[in-house]
């Protein structure tokens, strides 16, 4: 039967040992979530791991099958690579079930988000629906036109977009606040959407360098095409912000429900 242990070893790492009666094994480190061991049937060592490789946190450790999240390199606002590979991750104690299987062994593992992760990318929980599909001007891009082709809009940068002809209601959803605000309009027919990101946020004399991370505007706006109005007409215009109770992740919100009703 497979086999699967836990101990700490030399080094103060709490390990996970995987085996199967093949006799192939797998070592997993809560460290990072890394496997630094994989060997086959003849016991031979499949990875690498440098011989100079660091076992000490805060620092990642060089070989294996290092978990890069939630970025790439530099390709982010984050620290380089992520920092979940610098974090001590846990056991799932109710894995999700596998197919039935005597030859094999698994672990589950998890990292939650502590409130300095929050801190880095609390946007990375916020997203706008109800904008799919629709033209919009690009400030940052001389107001040239383009359509929205994401299903929900995320960020990962600087938004200074124009939505027209925007519905009647569109959905903020924070899932690290587990809410919803949602906007309700009429008589305006176009949405705006700003968010300045690090750069342009150090730009703005009234903006602290850091706000970006805790914010986003979306507000109704009227102005692909001007209200004109003659002698003794009106024009009315309304908005509403309200907050639900939400948790999208685990499906407590259906983001159409609130849109659209159904």
């Not at 890069?68 to 982010?76: E, K, V």
């Not at 997203?127 to 690009?138: A, C, H, N, P, Q």
């Not at 949405?191 to 150090?202: F, L, Q, S, T, V």
Request: proline residues 7%; aromatic residues 10%; glycine residues 6%.
């Amino acid at each position: 039967m497979p086999l699967m242990n836990v101990f700490h070893d030399g080094d103060g790492f709490p390990r996970i040992v995987l085996a199967d009666p093949s006799g192939s094994s797998a070592e997993v480190l809560l460290y990072g979530g890394q496997v630094v061991s994989w060997k086959n049937e003849r016991r031979e060592e499949l990875l690498f791991m440098s011989s100079k490789a660091i076992w000490k946190p805060p620092k990642a450790i060089r070989g294996g099958l290092p978990v890069f999240f939630p970025q790439f390199g530099n390709l982010g606002t984050s620290e380089r690579n992520g920092f979940a590979r610098n974090r001590f991750w846990t056991i799932d104690s109710d894995p999700s079930p596998l197919p039935p299987s005597n030859n094999h062994s698994s672990v589950d593992l998890l990292l939650k988000s502590t409130d300095e992760d929050l801190k880095i990318w609390p946007r990375s929980e916020v997203r706008v629906e109800g904008l799919e599909t629709l033209d919009y001007l690009d400030n940052l891009m001389r107001r040239e036109r383009f359509t929205e082709q994401a299903d929900a809009i995320t960020f990962d940068g600087e938004v200074d977009r124009i939505y027209l002809s925007s519905p009647q209601k569109i959905a903020i959803i924070d899932h690290e606040k587990k809410r919803t605000f949602v906007l309700r309009k009429d008589g305006m027919p176009d949405a705006g959407m700003w968010n300045p990101w690090d750069k342009r946020a150090k730009t703005v004399p009234d903006l602290g360098y850091e706000d970006y991370k805790t914010m986003l505007c979306v507000d109704s706006a009227v102005t692909e095409t001007p209200i004109v109005l003659k002698p003794l007409e009106e024009w009315k215009g309304y908005q509403e912000l309200s907050t639900v109770s939400s948790s999208y992740c685990s499906g407590q919100l259906d983001p159409r429900k609130v849109l659209y009703g159904f």
